[in-house]
C-alpha cells in the first residue's frame, strides 16, 4: 500500500464544474504539497501546507492532520485546468524528501 | 529571476552509452533533488545534493547512477551504460537551505525526458 494515495485516478468534467481531488496518507507529515503537472511538461508548486486551508485564485488546498488527508478544489473549472495534479507529502522528521501520490488526471472538457 | 533549469528536455541514447542530465537551482538556492518518475509511476525520490556534498542518495540504484553538484555550475546526474528501462523523466528540484525551506517548499524544473532505445 503506498504511502500516499489519491482519489480519483482520473476525473473528467464540464467547463465551470467544481473539482474535488482527495489525498490520504498514512505516516506523520511535517507539509504537504499539491503540485501541477502538465503533459510533456515540468512540475509547478501549487500550494504546500501543513494545516488548515490555502486559497490561491480558483484553487483551494485544506488539510486535516488528525485525519490525514487533504483535498484541492478547483472552482470554476476550465480547460487551461486539465493537467495531472499530485500530492507529496514531507514525513515528520524529514525535512527535504517528498513521497508522492500517483497523481490523479484532471480533464476539462469545454 | 530564472526558475530551476534543466537540460537537455529531450535526451535520447542507444543502450550502453552515458546519459548526463545538469540542474541548475534557482538563484539562492543550495539544496537540489533529483526525482525520477517511471512510465504510470508516481515520482520517486533520487538524491538530496548540497553544494559539494551527497546528503542522502537512499533513492539512487547503487549501479551505474552517480549525481554531483559542484561548487561551481549545475547538478548532474549521471547514468552510465543506460539501458531501457532507465528511461524516464527526471525532475529536479531546489530549496533554499534550512527554514527557510520549510517557508518557501521548493521549485521543480522542467524535467528531462529520457529515452533509451
Known amino acids: 500500500k503506498n504511502e500516499v494515495e489519491q482519489s480519483p485516478q482520473n476525473l473528467t468534467a464540464q467547463e465551470g464544474e467544481f473539482i474535488t481531488i482527495n489525498c490520504s496518507y498514512s505516516v506523520g507529515i511535517s507539509a504537504l504539497h499539491w503540485l501541477q503537472q502538465h503533459p510533456g511538461g515540468g512540475i509547478v508548486s501549487l500550494f504546500m501546507l501543513s494545516s488548515g486551508k490555502k486559497k490561491h485564485g480558483r484553487l483551494i488546498a485544506t488539510i486535516n492532520i488528525q485525519e490525514k488527508h487533504s483535498s484541492l478544489h478547483i472552482t470554476a473549472s476550465h480547460p487551461r485546468d486539465s493537467a495531472v495534479y499530485i500530492c507529496a507529502v514531507r514525513p515528520g522528521g524529514s525535512n527535504y524528501k517528498l513521497t508522492f501520490g500517483k497523481g490523479t488526471l484532471l480533464t476539462v472538457n469545454p | 529571476n530564472a526558475g530551476v533549469m534543466q537540460n537537455p528536455r529531450h535526451l535520447v541514447r542507444r543502450r550502453g552509452q552515458e546519459a548526463r542530465l545538469r540542474c541548475s537551482p534557482m538563484k539562492g538556492h543550495s539544496h537540489v533533488y533529483w526525482y525520477r518518475q517511471l512510465p504510470e509511476e508516481g515520482l520517486k525520490f533520487m538524491v538530496y545534493l548540497q553544494k559539494e556534498n551527497i546528503i542522502d542518495e537512499s533513492g539512487m540504484p547503487k549501479e551505474r547512477f552517480s549525481a554531483e553538484f559542484p561548487k561551481e555550475g549545475p547538478s548532474i546526474l549521471r547514468i552510465q551504460q543506460v539501458v531501457r528501462g532507465d528511461s524516464a523523466a527526471y525532475f529536479c528540484?531546489?530549496?533554499?537551505?534550512?527554514?527557510?525551506?520549510?517557508?518557501?517548499?521548493?521549485?521543480f524544473g522542467s524535467g528531462t525526458r529520457l529515452t533509451v532505445v
Open positions: 528540484a531546489s530549496s533554499p537551505p534550512g527554514q527557510l525551506a520549510n517557508a518557501y517548499g521548493y521549485t
